[in-house]
């Protein structure tokens, strides 16, 4: 078993990542940082005959980093109330992997995963959070894996996250459970 | 009073498409398409004493036509159960406008906006789709603009929306009601 | 195929009640009142091993009138941006017939059903309401019934709905809809 | 400072209790449970000249007992994704409250108050029990009400909760917490 986590955030040390590091302490893990990339956004092509292009860019070496791995946690701060927009744009990429004849067990590979979200925000995210919540539910109900679990924490300057003492001591029980599985 | 519209797809005749020019019938409105231009994802520097960097991009260009503006209609189709990601990165780089010195007012002129939002879905939309309201509403709330309204319809293939009278007749009336202030 | 309404509004001709009627306009439809009945609040004994006590109330005989129709429609006043507290009492009684020997396979009915919710509030239903609508999503999803589609209208005062022009031809495509199974 | 906890469970050392007793340890507090009480639904009289009729039953005594406290707990198990229908048939009669001349400032005196919601539900609460959240914080922001917190917790059979170390963990924080008000 193995972990895969995929940083949405763009800030260095930012705090969706020093929660995520808390719940990875010890634990080994392969960590990609969206930001670092270079991908496009999707160009729906679903119903196009010649389906869709290739856009030359970084998405599929992501994605080639990721299917190895069984539980993926998706770690993003809560930007205007959902997921960073870097990250919205690599899940609407699987919209075309999807359909890539060179990822042909794309959805059963991500059906037998697991994943876990991890995300900061800094207005009230216990509630205005939550839609995003859902909408991962649906994501991944689509994809058939398991949504294993999640941890919204409260926080806006860098280092906030440190005072959500329940933001911290999920991130605790999570680091133990994934210790168990790793 | 004048309208502006933010397309977020990127299929051309697309059903968001299609739905929102129903509701733009006869009515003179700025079509902007978000994916005919270029303009990168937010790099957050809320919290970095040199501030946001300019990233000469079209964000800016496109920001400069919807402000004059009082109605924008976000017209988004539904990926993976929220705005595309394309449109995402256009809101969250508000939070690089709400401390740009060459937008000093960026918050009042939003907030003096009404906005609406039309988007179209094939899984269950209607009920798949409300969080992404729910987060429209927060994200319209956060800026002060008003809600004034929302359309979803349902639709996968292109022309599908033709089918969805329940939107289409949402789409008349919002037309009427624009003709009225336009 | 048959219809059955369950109101779980308290008013007389409120402004529900006359959406409703929209939609069963020229419909033979089983009307039932909540309000009218006499029904007690669920007292948990799912894990008491006497099992549920028989609450000698109206419930097993509203039961009874729901149980032949294929199609339900909860047609509820949003009160405090959820259904009303009686038809939540009935909802709560499900778990009792659920392990009620006289009801061997409530949940296969149930389930053989469609739903429909119908609901009218006046403090912004369209988006205060969609909880509500999550909720009857959870509720058919349990008991296996589809959820066919919902109405929100927006009203306070009697005969309000009757302004809400979406909401009158939302049911009056419903009310063609019914026309053709009825 | 002092506080009210108002139960909507009907089993006797249900899991909500015991997750609310963990944060009430060493506390003193006003515990009501509604199940010992007999009060009715509302009947919407929020349009008759005559206004709202009293209905002879134990609301008012339940809310002299709250009203003089400034925290209050609303506990409830989650039955079919929302609040028990006792429970909402107690926040219903508010409307009646609201147009009280016997309680004329009952608005002012709720929105003194903060509330916190502590809820155990046993069909993925994380996930489902979202939408009664954000109920919840409709209410209280109608209310005028501070939402201070909430506390989600798993269980289905009796003592269930205790495995759920995240929701005890957070019971105990309130606990210290209440302790530096009461």
Sequence with gaps: MSVVVI???TRPQGNTEILTEKALTNIKAERIYLGDFHFESI????????GFHDRNDDYNSILDRILPHDTII????IYWYSMSGIMKNFIDRWSQSLRDANYPNFKQQMAAKKGYVIAVGGDAPHI??????QQFQFIFGFIGM?????ILGIGNK?????????AIYAAGELNQLLKTIV
């Excluded at 160009?43 to 010649?50: E, G, L, N, P, W």
């Design 43 to 50: 160009i729906d092509k679903r119903h196009d005959t010649a």
């Design 146 to 150: 398991e949504f294993a679990g999640y």
């Design 128 to 133: 205005k959070g939550l839609p995003m919540i």
């Design 7 to 9: 940083f949405g955030g």
């Design 74 to 77: 998706f770690a993003t701060p």
């Design 158 to 166: 860098p280092g906030d996250i440190m005072a959500d003492q329940k």
